[in-house]
């Protein structure tokens, strides 16, 4: 009886110290699985040793160009790269400061952002026209992270790295990382209009404007048939078909006639999908009511003979002392005839209208004074002693470009102007002869100036000098001289253009100048110098379409028309190997927008190696342990 008793208090004693065993073992996994639960909510990690001590800038490339609306092999491009950013946002650090830059370099390009505001506004992007510079785009990047003192910098560029002409390399900072995240497009086929000029440089009045189109075929596919479309204020003028070869360009030749006489607004245009942004061309043309011309000096029956009963021509004839200097710039062809001297206040004016591509001609007096202010100030050749000649002009001057150009056949064994005598004409650097006689003595000389021609005769009007006046080679050279203004009007700007426009007549001191156009009214910079007026646009437009010159008083003074790139309409695109060299001095890999590649390129972003995912696992295996002890440890 006592044995068993002895026995049940040993079972009991056992018993007791199983229990007590149990509890401790599950005690320690309840706080094993404690602990770990609390590291992991502390988010341990072990430190990334390629990372530097101090602020990281984080910049964030949003190719949103035209190119970009192209289809890839995971629908269209750009949506592809909101969704690689938003990725990238991300597997940033909550702390990380980021920078979104688009192409038109924004305001908030300057600005740094937290995760959740950079992913809003990578929603809220949209394509612009403003073609990709990535070059322009981690330089504003390098010069951010050299000006905030930053310890390192990483810079993701998402785009298709199309290339907009010539490209060059980029010197960056030695502690920014560039990845590259190349979008691969379908290859598109495009035609695009590239440009628009005129086939002559001066558009005479009463006369057709003969237009050159070129017509680029960006595809890898021949179009067969297809046509282009002109028209002037609104109204179709013409349509020209025309076929083109892939890869290849042609120049169409289109021709209009305008009742209106002014400024015009013209646009040519094409029917091509799916790029659609470059099948509009505009342009603007100023077709003036008349050439005018000014005759200063002594009255010519053999000048006022050509111009004056011409309704192409207004002609106005003043004395020597009686220039309007102010509105010199309001003509075409200025005649100098027999003037006795040529001042430096006359020659100064002269000189500007010259450089604007104004024309002028000298006829020299019978009883010459001097020229000296002329000859320092134009480079006006000296005239010499007068002497006798009793030649006539030589035959082979006429199958010089500037005679030439006037026959439609130049004539055989016809009676040329005979010379009795001339002055000796000392050319200046620069002049060359226009006409000689068989001695070769210079009869008529011309000297480029700025945009101008300046051209001099050795001789005046007077009979006893020669019978030049009376002959027809005078007459055609003057109407040369007077249709050679060589002020080429520029038909079109681009849209983002950072050079000055200019308008060669300006009203007065403008300055402020307003561009219009339907409901639009933008005040943009100007300024106005020795009498032609400068504006710029300042990115101030971002629509093409042909715009109003106003000044203040809403008068008109132009018109200008401006047209978006056409560097997007071009489908070659940068290679791995390209976009490396061309960032070489930086730490530079390329990469696709997979969600693997996207993880790998932004955990060397990150302070180290996370930890927390292991203290939830540990945590997990001690509450299983506990588990297990509390089902199968028996008491």
Request: glycine share 6%; aromatic share 8%.
């Amino acid at each position: 009886m006592f044995s068993n008793v002895a026995m049940l208090k040993e079972i009991q004693t056992e018993s007791r110290k199983t229990r007590q065993i149990k509890k401790w073992l599950v005690l320690t996994a309840r706080m094993m699985a404690i602990t770990a639960l609390v590291l992991a909510f502390a988010r341990p990690y072990l430190p990334n040793k390629n990372n530097k001590d101090g602020r990281q800038l984080v910049s964030i490339y949003l190719d949103n160009s035209q190119s970009m609306g192209a289809e890839g092999e995971n629908g269209q491009l750009f949506e592809n790269a909101k969704n690689a950013a938003r990725q990238i946002i991300e597997n940033l650090p909550a702390e990380a400061e980021i920078q979104i830059l688009d192409n038109a370099l924004s305001p908030f390009t300057n600005r740094i952002f937290t995760p959740a505001n950079a992913t809003n506004l990578i929603d809220d992007l949209e394509m612009d026209f403003h073609p990709n510079d990535i070059g322009a785009i981690v330089q504003k990047v390098n010069n951010n992270y050299i000006a905030e003192g930053y310890a390192s910098q990483h810079t993701f560029a998402i785009s298709d790295f199309q290339t907009t002409g010539e490209v060059g390399g980029v010197v960056l900072d030695s502690n920014i990382n560039l990845n590259l995240v190349r979008l691969v497009p379908e290859m598109l086929q495009n035609l695009s209009i590239d440009s628009v000029w005129l086939d002559e440089p001066v558009v005479r009045p009463e006369s057709p404007v003969k237009l050159k189109v070129k017509v680029v075929n960006n595809g890898a596919e021949d179009v067969e048939s297809s046509s282009i479309v002109l028209k002037i204020n609104g109204v179709q003028q013409g349509v020209e078909s025309f076929g083109i070869q892939s890869k290849g360009q042609e120049i169409l030749d289109l021709t209009f006639s305008s009742s209106q006489k002014g400024w015009i607004e013209g646009e040519v245009s094409l029917t091509d999908v799916p790029v659609i942004f470059d099948n509009q061309y505009f342009f603007s043309l100023n077709i003036k009511q008349s050439i005018n011309l000014l005759h200063i000096g002594k009255p010519a029956s053999s000048i006022a003979k050509i111009f004056g009963s011409d309704k192409v021509f207004q002609y106005s004839t003043t004395s020597e002392g009686n220039v309007d200097y102010a509105r010199l710039n309001s003509y075409d062809f200025i005649i100098l005839n027999e003037l006795n001297d040529i001042g430096s206040g006359l020659a100064e004016q002269l000189k500007l209208f010259l450089e604007k591509g104004g024309v002028v001609a000298v006829l020299p007096t019978a009883g010459i004074a001097s020229y000296s202010d002329a000859n320092a100030i134009l480079g006006l050749a000296s005239y010499e002693a007068v002497s006798s000649k009793n030649l006539s002009i030589s035959s082979e001057d006429l199958r010089q470009p500037f005679i030439r150009d006037v026959y439609k056949r130049i004539p055989k064994n016809t009676l040329l102007p005979k010379v009795s005598k001339c002055y000796i004409l000392k050319p200046s650097i620069g002049s060359e002869s226009i006409l000689s006689l068989k001695d070769n003595s210079t009869i008529l000389l011309r000297k480029r100036l700025g945009l101008g021609s300046l051209f001099q005769f050795a001789l005046p009007l007077d009979a006893s000098y020669s019978n030049l006046a009376q002959h027809e080679l005078f007459v055609l050279s003057m109407l040369k001289m007077a249709f050679s203004k060589s002020e080429k009007q520029q038909l079109a700007y681009n849209v983002f253009s950072d050079e000055a426009i200019s308008l060669s007549q300006s009203k007065g001191a403008e300055t402020n100048v307003l561009l219009v156009k339907e409901d639009q009214v933008i005040l943009v910079e100007s300024t106005v110098n020795k009498g032609s007026l400068r504006f710029w646009l300042n990115d101030e437009i971002s629509e093409s379409g042909v715009y109003t010159i106003q000044n203040k008083d809403k008068e008109e003074l132009a018109k200008v028309a401006l047209n978006y790139s056409r560097n997007e309409s071009r489908q070659k695109f940068a290679t791995e190997e390209e976009l490396k060299e061309r960032f070489g001095g930086a730490k530079v890999t390329v990469s696709n927008s997979t969600a693997a590649s996207l993880k790998n390129a932004t955990d060397s972003l990150s302070s180290g190696k996370p930890l927390w995912k292991l203290f939830i696992a540990l945590c997990l295996i001690f509450l299983l342990i506990e588990i297990l002890l509390l089902r199968f440890l028996k008491s």
